[in-house]
């Protein structure tokens, strides 16, 4: 079974990294795009072997050959265009952050729900084997208890005031809201769910309109507590995951690909990772979960929860004060 494929919001992410792995994946295939350019729609599909190109949103959701709709536009209009999505009948991969609020992610799941289609949230590292393998052993057991986790999330991206990344009322916010999505949830995935959050956050060396800088310390309900610390300012940065327990550390870092170094019971190991397309396990994942009709690793409820999250650490970096969520 093929899906067919329509792509809301062809942008950079879409034409680097999403179109090119609907193309590999086994189960997919890209029938239309949207750019409101006409021109730049046609050179769109030629480029990337879509059927058609669209130039309005309800052209594209009105094509009765399409099965799913990728959703990558910015945040604010995520809720809107999902429950138009899903009241077609169209099954749905959103970008993260799922949406701006917590409240649009409850309508969006609820929209979904009351059609039958489904819902999945592009929480990427979720889908490399390295992650996978770490959740085995902290089901196994292998760390002991979970006493820290940390994943930076630290890149250089300036922000152009113009574009919607700087403009809290169309991104929800900076760096918590761009790059927080993946690692919060990364830290939810591994360790547990997440009972209270602390933070700081600031702008002080590009002065955006929204935060460039901050880390966000979570508690979980299993004792445990981890930080993510996010930039858009940091040029370079090699440690993608901690995890300490009691009976074992992992570290998972980059050095010419993702390597993990794992020490358990006295002794280091050193475990390489090869490159993989995580765009296109989401895309072949998704199309298997609409196949059999099984739930996603990463739901529309996973996004609610990451958005929680997130709300609360802004919150906190407001107030000063740890917010249970």
């Not at 390295?130 to 089901?139: A, E, G, K």
């Not at 170094?261 to 765009?279: A, C, M, N, V």
Request: aromatic letters at 10%.
């Amino acid at each position: 079974m093929k899906l067919k494929w329509g792509v809301l919001g062809a942008g950079s992410v879409a034409q680097r990294r999403a179109m090119p792995a609907i193309q590999k994946a086994d189960n997919a295939e890209l029938h239309a795009l949207l750019s409101r350019d006409a021109d730049r729609a046609k050179r769109l599909a030629t480029e990337y072997g879509a059927a058609t190109a669209y130039t309005t949103i309800d052209a594209l959701l009105a094509d009765d050959a399409l099965d799913a709709i990728y959703v990558s536009t910015p945040v604010h209009l995520h809720c809107e265009q999902v429950i138009a999505a899903a009241e077609l009948g169209l099954h749905v991969l959103c970008d993260k952050p799922m949406a701006l609020t917590p409240q649009e992610c409850t309508q969006m799941i609820s929209a979904c729900d009351a059609n039958g289609v489904h819902l999945q949230v592009c929480f990427l590292f979720r889908f490399h084997s390295c992650f996978q393998q770490l959740r085995t052993w902290v089901n196994a057991g292998r760390f002991g208890q979970i006493v820290h986790g940390r994943m930076p999330f630290l890149k250089q991206y300036p922000l152009a005031l113009d574009e919607w990344r700087a403009q809290p009322e169309k991104g929800g916010g900076g760096c918590f809201m761009d790059l927080g999505p993946h690692s919060v949830d990364m830290l939810r995935y591994l360790i547990g769910e997440v009972t209270a959050v602390s933070a700081f956050y600031n702008s002080t060396i590009h002065d955006y309109p929204v935060e460039e800088t901050g880390g966000i310390l979570l508690r979980f309900d299993n004792g445990a507590q981890a930080f993510t610390d996010l930039s858009f300012s940091v040029p370079h940065c090699d440690i993608v995951l901690e995890l300490y327990g009691t009976e074992g550390t992992v570290w998972v870092y980059n050095d010419d690909g993702w390597k993990i170094r794992t020490h358990f019971d006295g002794e280091t190991q050193l475990i390489p990772s090869q490159y993989e397309d995580l765009y296109q396990h989401q895309f072949e994942h998704f199309a298997a979960c609409v196949q059999h009709g099984t739930a996603p690793i990463t739901s529309g409820m996973d996004g609610l929860r990451a958005n929680e999250i997130l709300a609360a650490a802004y919150r906190a970096g407001q107030t000063g004060q740890v917010v249970h969520c």
